[in-house]
């Protein structure tokens, strides 16, 4: 049985083979236009999500802090440190109280640290961001367009380095 080539194509049988064309120029300028329209709409759209997200870190980054202040007052002591709104010391030492674990493991608190000592958050007293103030008793989150100081929000994780160097008489904060 002989067999016969497949022809797929006129041109084909001739020897003679087309080559397809791309796009136009102008197909590809109102196609890219188009994904730019349609990307402007969704980036508009969508801009509500930032602050959204931004909302739920903060909040989970106070939560992680008052957590820790639980657990802390679980094992020693309750935190009781008066709030003081002309500069953020106290939010600073309750945090390093929290971070603190004793190197002289008699002394070793149960549970230390509370709150990784890598978290070495920047202070702020700026309106225009996220901040954690000290209450008190427990942290509370100034969102934009709250004035007032406190740890400064870091949104890319630039506030965790190398673990905090504890001097030789650290006193913990509290009591």
Do not use: C
Not at 52 to 74: S, W, Y
Not at 150 to 166: H, K, N, V, Y
């Amino acid at each position: 049985m002989a067999q016969t080539p497949h022809i797929t194509s006129p041109l084909a049988a001739h020897g003679t083979h087309r080559v397809r064309a791309g796009f136009s120029m102008t197909e590809l300028v109102i196609v890219i236009s188009i994904l730019g329209v349609l990307s402007t709409i969704a980036m508009t759209s969508f801009s509500h999500l930032l602050s959204g997200g931004k909302d739920a870190v903060a909040a989970e980054r106070r939560e992680m802090l008052n957590r820790a202040l639980h657990m802390f007052a679980q094992h020693n002591y309750d935190m009781v440190f008066s709030r003081q709104d002309t500069n953020t010391a106290d939010e600073v030492v309750i945090l390093r109280t929290l971070q603190y674990r004793d190197p002289n493991p008699n002394r070793v608190k149960i549970g230390s640290p509370y709150v990784d000592p890598r978290y070495n958050p920047a202070v702020s007293s700026s309106a225009d961001s996220y901040r954690l103030r000290w209450t008190g008793r427990n942290y509370e989150l100034l969102k934009p367009g709250t004035a007032g100081s406190g740890i400064l929000m870091d949104f890319e994780g630039a506030d965790f380095t190398d673990p905090f160097a504890f001097p030789p008489n650290f006193r913990m904060a509290g009591r």
